[in-house]
T-cell receptor, first 112, second 111 residues
Framework: GQQLNQSPQSMFIQEGEDVSMNCTSS?????WLWYKQDPGEGPVLLIA?????ELTSNGRLTAQFGITRKDSFLNISASIPSDVGIYFC????????????FGTGTRLQVTL | SQTIHQWPATLVQPVGSPLSLECTVE??????LYWYRQAAGRGLQLLFY??????ISSEVPQNLSASRPQDRQFILSSKKLLLSDSGFYLC??????????FGPGTRLTVT
């Protein structure tokens, strides 16, 4: 099935650094979601974006819904060791039961 | 609040054996239910979704099947497992057509 292009695929950063990752698509979505998955667990929703241009924060996390509706960005400020995990973006066309398309994931590793 | 349960958490099965994974949701009614599979280090692949009891839609043709015998119960099955069926199986639910909330997952290893 279709997947969104997510970059970078993996990141090694030092504790305290800021992190940026993005997600792009050839299709338009009307909702963007960002999930984090810890090893051996299910993904957990971090941020949901519902309007083009929307900028939403959740603690140290900030995400933006791109104006073209074809991309989204996630920033993590002042990273800490527990930020380690895989981050997935997902685009949704509301009104359809199945059309939540996931990105390929960004694996984040934080070194002390 | 809503919670989603999956069991078993881990399963090791030989090739050719049957499979039954169960998912239940609490605290909501008439949810949309989903089964996803995640191969090691990969993204999430939608396998099945259901908008109501007895209603199953398949996204990927394969030797797996799904059933929804009750409103908040979703079962993933196979009559004969293949090696390629190994992976991390995630159940999810959503209200209407919103974003998914995921269960803890079942790690299946087919030997």
């Amino acid at each position: 099935g279709q997947q969104l292009n997510q970059s970078p695929q993996s990141m090694f950063i030092q504790e305290g650094e800021d992190v940026s990752m993005n997600c792009t698509s050839s299709s338009i979505f009307n909702t963007w979601l960002w999930y984090k998955q810890d090893p051996g667990e299910g993904p957990v929703l971090l941020i949901a974006l519902y309007k083009a241009g929307e900028l939403t924060s959740n603690g140290r996390l900030t995400a933006q819904f791109g104006i073209t509706r074809k991309d989204s960005f996630l920033n993590i400020s002042a990273s800490i060791p527990s930020d380690v995990g895989i981050y997935f973006c997902a685009g949704l066309i509301t009104g359809t039961a199945s059309k939540l398309t996931f990105g390929t994931g960004t694996r984040l590793q934080v070194t002390l | 609040s809503q919670t989603i349960h999956q069991w078993p958490a881990t399963l090791v099965q030989p090739v050719g054996s049957p499979l039954s994974l169960e998912c239940t949701v609490e605290g909501t009614s008439n949810p949309n239910l989903y089964w996803y599979r995640q191969a090691a280090g990969r993204g999430l692949q939608l396998l099945f979704y259901s908008v109501g009891i007895g209603q199953i839609s398949s996204e990927v043709p394969q030797n797996l099947s799904a059933s929804r015998p009750q409103d908040r119960q979703f079962i993933l099955s196979s009559k004969k497992l293949l090696l390629s069926d190994s992976g991390f199986y995630l159940c999810a639910w959503s209200a209407q057509f919103n974003g998914r909330s995921f269960g803890p997952g079942t790690r299946l290893t087919v030997t």
